[in-house]
Each structure stands twice: as C-alpha cells, then as structure tokens.
T-cell receptor
Framework: RKEVEQDPGPFNVPEGATVAFNCTYS??????FFWYRQDCRKEPKLLMS???SGNEDGRFTAQLNRASQYISLLIRDSKLSDSATYLC??????????FGAGTRLFVKA | DAGVTQSPTHLIKTRGQQVTLRCSPK?????VSWYQQALGQGPQFIFQ???????QRGNFPDRFSGHQFPNYSSELNVNALLLGDSALYLC?????????????FGSGTRLTVV
C-alpha cells in the first residue's frame, strides 16, 4: 500500500464548478499535512496547510480527518487558472515528507 | 533572486555513467531535501541534508548519495545510471524545524538516461 494515495485523475470541470479531491495516508503517526500545486513542467508550490479544524483560503477549503486518515481539498467557483496537478503531502514525523502521485485538474471555458 | 537554484537544467547520460546534480538553497535556508519525480508521478523522497549530514533517507538504493557543504548547498550523485533513473530531480530547501511549511523548490534538473 502506498503511504499517500490520491484520487486518480484527470478531473475535467467547467469554469465555475466545485470540485473535490481526496487523499488517504497510511501512517497514523503522521503529523502535518499539506496541499501543493504543480503546474505543467514546473516545480511544486505550497497551496495550503491542512488542520484538524479545517481551514479555508478564499475559494479553497482543506479538511483533515485523523480518525479516517483522510484529507480533502475543495475548490469552489473553479477558474481556468486552477488547471494544474494537486499533490497531497504528508509529513510522517522526523524529516520525511511524502507526496502523493497527484490529481490532475482541467478547468474548461 | 534568492530562490533555489539547481544545475544543470537538463542532462543526458548513458546507462552505467555517473551524474552529479547541484542545488543552492534559498537565502536563509539551511536544510536541503532531494526528490525524484518520474513522468506522471508525484515527487519521491530521496534524502534530506542538514548540518552537512544525511538525516533521513527514502527507499532509494545506495547508488544515490549526496553531500551538503558548509554554505548549505548540496549535491546529489547517482552512480551506475539505469534507464529508470530518467526523471525530474527536485531540490527543496527549508529552515530547520519548518518542514514542508517552508519548502521552496527549485525548477529541477531533468535527467534523461539513454
């Protein structure tokens, strides 16, 4: 079993749609959680951290369920510029940070 | 620009050869993590360097080794290259204790093994 698993993509959605990505992790001792965004042929960039209480940044909402070892990212009112690969990232404690395989999002006009 | 600098940007090597990739961290950062990203996959953790020591390693063979210098820059060395080593190699710098909150990635080195 992979340490971090994400929804397979791609997701093709029209502008203005709401889209949700899911991610599960296997190590119950994992300590911190993030969503990164990676544009085509570019480096990953931090989108947002994920907290147990849930957190929101504009159109983006992240949720963490420690009991189910599950992380989600919700994007509301999708924009063309949201088209990218979204990477679920888990720090397992210590100095090891694991990236999921990513979910590709295409937002169409 | 005080971001993360990686060199070279592209590299073509032959099977069996050795390669060295370089990373200069962002100004103020002292920790360097290396990742391998194959096409269509997420970045895979290779190892992390802090205070010139490897302090955590992912599931990569001993053919992958590294070094960190007193100025915090780092090298990734891969010996006996295999076709499967073809990938984008990413360097992420951070400050000790910030972890991935403070990761800044370089643009990567694209390695092709033929």
């Amino acid at each position: 079993r992979k340490e971090v698993e994400q929804d397979p993509g791609p997701f093709n959605v029209p502008e203005g749609a709401t889209v949700a990505f899911n991610c599960t992790y296997s190590n119950s001792a994992s300590q911190s959680f993030f969503w990164y965004r990676q544009d085509c042929r570019k480096e990953p960039k931090l989108l947002m951290s994920v907290y147990s209480s849930g957190n929101e940044d504009g159109r983006f909402t992240a949720q963490l369920n420690r009991a189910s070892q599950y992380i989600s990212l919700l994007i509301r009112d999708s924009k063309l510029s949201d088209s990218a690969t979204y990477l679920c990232v888990v720090n397992t404690g210590g100095f090891k940070t694991i990236f999921g395989a990513g979910t590709r999002l295409f937002v169409k006009a | 620009d005080a971001g993360v600098t990686q060199s070279p940007t592209h590299l073509i090597k032959t099977r069996g050869q050795q390669v060295t990739l370089r990373c200069s961290p962002k100004s103020g950062h002292d920790t360097v993590s290396w990742y391998q990203q194959a096409l269509g996959q997420g970045p895979q953790f290779i190892f992390q360097y802090y205070e010139e020591e490897e302090r955590q390693r992912g599931n990569f063979p001993d053919r992958f080794s590294g070094h960190q210098f007193p100025n915090y820059s780092s090298e990734l060395n891969v010996n006996a290259l295999l076709l499967g080593d073809s990938a984008l190699y990413l360097c992420a710098s951070s400050s000790a204790g910030t972890g991935p909150y403070g990761y800044t990635f370089g643009s990567g080195t694209r390695l092709t093994v033929v």
